[in-house]
T-cell receptor, first 115, second 111 residues
Framework: KAGVTQTPRYLIKTRGQQVTLSCSPISGHRSVSWYQQTPGQGLQFLFEYFSETQRNKGNFPGRFSGRQFSNSRSEMNVSTLELGDSALYLC??????????????FGAGSRLTVL | QKEVEQNSGPLSVPEGAIASLNCTYSDRGSQSFFWYRQYSGKSPELIMFIYSNGDKEDGRFTAQLNKASQYVSLLIRDSQPSDSATYLCAVTRTSYGKLTFGQGTILTVHP
């Protein structure tokens, strides 16, 4: 099976611009979660989508948004970029195992630099 | 108090030794517990998860969970230099994709 595919892998933007990141989950996985990783804050949950519906949302401002398409592919958007948005953005697709736990598999990430 | 705390590290062990990584969590409603490994410049990869009190073994790795003490640990036996990475503890109270991660412990295994 192909893994989780994220595009683009690297991008550089300037303050005030917006960015859209894309994620294709593992085939058959219907849940997609997004995380932000920075050296200072570590890995923080942004949001999760399941069957095109946002199921969970983290504590990020409204500038961060996302969506999921019928084929389970997901996009996240950050508007009005700030310097502090520079981070590694990780997408994870997941499936539920017999125990009920949701096991996440991460993509390689999109590294965003805001100048 | 942070929701998930890990021993601050960095942790350095000789090759062949046992590495012990610890994690405590504050949410008593947490149901599932995960250990991820992250190599420098790479994304996290799942090592194992545990949801019942006690031990769970997978090869050289053993996860231990004590819900009463709100404590989960990861033991790595016969540590190898290739185990050198950041180890992330994550917990969740649901069966959804929202995990709360600790800050990570940097492990270095020296030959």
């Amino acid at each position: 099976k192909a893994g989780v595919t994220q595009t683009p892998r690297y991008l550089i933007k300037t303050r005030g611009q917006q960015v859209t990141l894309s994620c294709s989950p593992i085939s058959g996985h219907r849940s997609v979660s997004w995380y932000q990783q920075t050296p200072g804050q570590g890995l923080q949950f942004l949001f999760e989508y399941f069957s095109e519906t946002q199921r969970n949302k983290g504590n990020f401002p409204g500038r961060f948004s996302g969506r999921q398409f019928s084929n389970s592919r997901s996009e996240m958007n950050v508007s009005t970029l700030e310097l502090g948005d520079s981070a590694l953005y990780l997408c994870a697709s997941s499936f539920r195992v017999l125990s009920g736990a949701n096991v996440l598999t991460f993509g390689a990430g999109s590294r965003l630099t805001v100048l | 108090q942070k929701e998930v705390e890990q021993n601050s590290g960095p942790l350095s062990v000789p090759e062949g030794a046992i590495a012990s990584l610890n994690c405590t969590y504050s949410d008593r409603g947490s149901q599932s517990f995960f250990w991820y490994r992250q190599y420098s410049g790479k994304s996290p990869e799942l090592i194992m998860f545990i949801y019942s009190n006690g031990d769970k073994e997978d090869g050289r790795f053993t996860a231990q969970l004590n819900k009463a003490s709100q404590y989960v640990s990861l033991l790595i036996r016969d540590s190898q230099p290739s185990d050198s990475a950041t180890y992330l503890c994550a917990v969740t109270r649901t069966s959804y994709g929202k995990l709360t991660f600790g800050q990570g412990t940097i492990l270095t295994v020296h030959p």
